[in-house]
């Protein structure tokens, strides 16, 4: 089937500025903040739905990094929808060497030279059905031959996004860009906002595939040949797609707006679109910005959990426990199981600086949650202390953990629910609820779930050193090293 619209999802980015939910081993795109899903799976049911006023969308063609390749794809099974790719960079090289790649990939998908639309996964829109008609408006002008993108009209003074300058309209749905603009100066801000002639540049595009080919190689022929040198060497796994690692390294980082956007608007050909989009859009760059766009209280408080408030007014407080807070304004309260962030809203940027000294002093709650997830499933370390830790380990029907051995500890297994198959040297046996094993250090082992129930077990590791990275793998069906 000749699909119309092919769906390119963005998930890079580690979001640290929304730590403690955001960190680098589970950033912020897989995150729940705003709806019934994450961001990237309301991204990727963006274009459909009921109503929908576009027609012939493609499964997605998701691009992220190779750490996240199987979350994303746990992501992508809880909502039903199977990509058309998983592209795995190897490295991080910015948008238009992803975008590249994408375009690369939907050619070879068998449709007829689509209508791209970039989408990051880490965005929220509220109405939906208003980004589907300003799709739909869009998908014309890029099927001409377009360059289009989305501009938000502007609710204030912003300094953290660019601005898109208009120039002529061409039906009063969309205008010529005359030029983009970098993050400006609050008093620059004020300006443009008053002059009512720029919009917010969401970084969401409407292009067709040959004309981003085409385009990338007239301003980054750099680009276009490292990417088509590292698609050509490419490697399949299932869904997952993995390109040259060597050329792909090699190619040049750069965004889409820097290498082709802004280099054609100064052409002046009128190839670069905008079209105004009025849905409740945010990049939650921030804390202050998921309060922005909160569903807001009589104090101006947005709340997700269990929350008792007493004298706080614009506060935001996000909690998977009871918290209480007495006499707060205008402050941000994040808690998770193994860290609390308390802010002023108005200096929530400065929590980069939070993460930074963490990594600066080697602490691991700048990378992982006390909850890890894992191909297999998850486990949350619930106790530790000298020479022990408590993790409860949940495996998904059908997951199995590494042939592996440890140097420094031990280990029991104590089976809450499900059976679990276990290897302990030469032997193969079966666990079930209530039973519990002993592995003992230096042998091999491996867990296994070959139920089709969730198994659940608890597991007390002892030993003089308990780090994960005392794990010697001899056989990994996820391909780990």
């Known amino acids: 089937m000749n699909f119309k619209i092919q769906p390119v999802i963005l998930c890079g980015g580690s979001g640290t500025r929304l730590w403690p939910l955001s960190r680098e081993a589970f950033p912020k795109q897989l995150l729940n903040l705003s709806g019934d899903g994450s961001m990237l ?5 963006r274009l459909n739905g009921r109503g929908a006023s576009v027609e012939l969308v493609a499964p997605p063609i998701l691009i992220g990094n190779d750490e996240y390749r199987f979350l994303l794809a746990e992501q992508m099974r809880q909502i039903g929808v199977k990509p058309a790719a998983l592209l795995l960079e190897p490295c991080g090289r910015n948008t238009a060497p992803a975008l590249t790649l994408a375009a690369f990939q939907a050619a070879e998908e068998g449709s007829t030279d689509p209508v791209l639309v970039i989408m990051a996964a880490d965005h929220v829109i509220q109405d939906a059905e208003a980004f589907r008609e300003a799709v739909a408006k869009a998908v014309p002008l890029a099927e001409a ?3 289009v993108t989305f501009g938000i009209g502007p ?5 953290g996004y660019g601005y898109i300058r208009l120039d002529e309209s061409d039906d009063n749905c969309s205008f010529v860009v005359e030029r ?7 008093e620059t801000a004020r300006e443009y906002v008053a002059s009512g002639q720029y919009l917010w540049n969401s970084g969401i595009f409407v292009i067709k595939a040959s004309v981003w080919l085409d385009k990338i190689g007239q301003f980054r022929p750099d680009i276009l040949a490292a990417c088509q040198t590292a698609f050509e060497a490419k490697t399949v796994d299932a869904d997952f797609v993995r390109p040259g690692r060597d050329a792909f390294a ?3 980082s750069d965004s889409i707006d820097y290498a082709v956007m802004e280099p054609l608007t100064t052409q002046e050909t009128g190839e670069v679109m905008v079209v105004p989009l009025d849905a409740g859009w945010s990049d939650v760059g921030a804390w202050s910005a998921l309060w922005d766009i909160g569903d807001k209280d009589g104090s101006g408080n947005v709340f997700k959990g269990d929350v008792i408030a007493v004298d706080t007014s614009n506060t935001l407080v996000m909690s998977d426990r009871l918290v209480a807070t007495v006499g707060l304004k205008d402050a941000v309260v994040v808690e998770t199981p193994d860290a609390i962030l308390v802010a002023d809203r108005h200096q929530i940027q400065k929590v980069k600086d939070v ?9 691991k709650e700048s990378a992982l949650h006390r909850k890890v997830y894992r191909p297999w499933g998850w486990y949350d370390s619930i106790d530790c202390g000298p020479r022990f830790q408590v993790k409860r380990i949940v495996v998904n029907p059908g997951g199995v953990l590494s042939l592996q051995m440890h140097h420094h500890r031990a280990e029991h297994w104590i089976v809450v629910s499900g059976t679990a198959k276990v290897t302990k040297g030469d032997e193969a046996f079966l666990v079930t609820e209530n039973e519990s094993t002993y592995i003992p250090l230096g042998v091999k082992h491996r867990l296994e779930n070959p139920g089709s129930l969730p198994l659940e077990m608890i597991e007390v590791q002892s030993g003089s050193y308990l780090g994960e990275d005392d794990i010697v793998r001899f056989e990994d069906t996820y391909g780990r090293v």
């Open 155 to 159: 609710l204030g003074p912003e300094t």
């Open 145 to 147: 031959g377009r360059l």
């Open 250 to 252: 090699a190619c040049p």
């Open 41 to 45: 799976q309301s991204t990727v049911e």
């Open 180 to 186: 983009f603009v970098e993050k400006p100066d609050i």
């Open 355 to 363: 993460v930074g000294q963490l990594k600066a002093s080697g602490r």
